[in-house]
Nanobody, 119 residues
Framework: QVQLVESGGGLVQAGGSLRLSCAAS????????MGWFRQAPGKEREFVAH????????YYSDSVKGRFTISRDNAKNTVYLQMNSLKPEDTAVYYC????????????WGQGTQVTVSS
């Protein structure tokens, strides 16, 4: 099992920045990918970005590409999401997730952190 705890959400004006953190604990040696997802009110959860835990390869959704940056600190078992040029449509609950070895998808999830972008 992997436990995930997010932090760093809050209220920011459009055009501003926030950095989310996600600390992993437990069987972190088995992690293949760490990712960020978000869910806005009345909408389905959507993929934001992911990063390969060992080699650091990254992938972004088109909606955040060029504005958000995912990174990791393996020594701290922590993944970050730097969000710049925030827009009101980025308002959502952001979830951290982990995909472990032998899992077909992201199977471990954090509790979520609220990000609100005011216009």
């Amino acid at each position: 099992q992997v436990q995930l705890v997010e932090s760093g959400g809050g209220l920011v004006q459009a055009g501003g920045s926030l950095r989310l953190s996600c600390a992993a604990s437990g069987r972190t040696f088995s992690i293949l990918y760490m990712g960020w997802f978000r869910q806005a009110p009345g909408k389905e959860r959507e993929f934001v970005a992911h990063i390969g835990w060992k080699y650091g390869s990254t992938y972004y959704s088109d909606s955040v590409k060029g504005r958000f940056t995912i990174s990791r600190d393996n020594a701290k078992n922590t993944v970050y999401l730097q969000m710049n040029s925030l827009k009101p449509e980025d308002t959502a609950v952001y979830y951290c997730a982990a995909q472990r070895e032998l899992e077909p998808n992201f199977g471990s999830w954090g509790q979520g952190t609220q990000v609100t972008v005011s216009s």
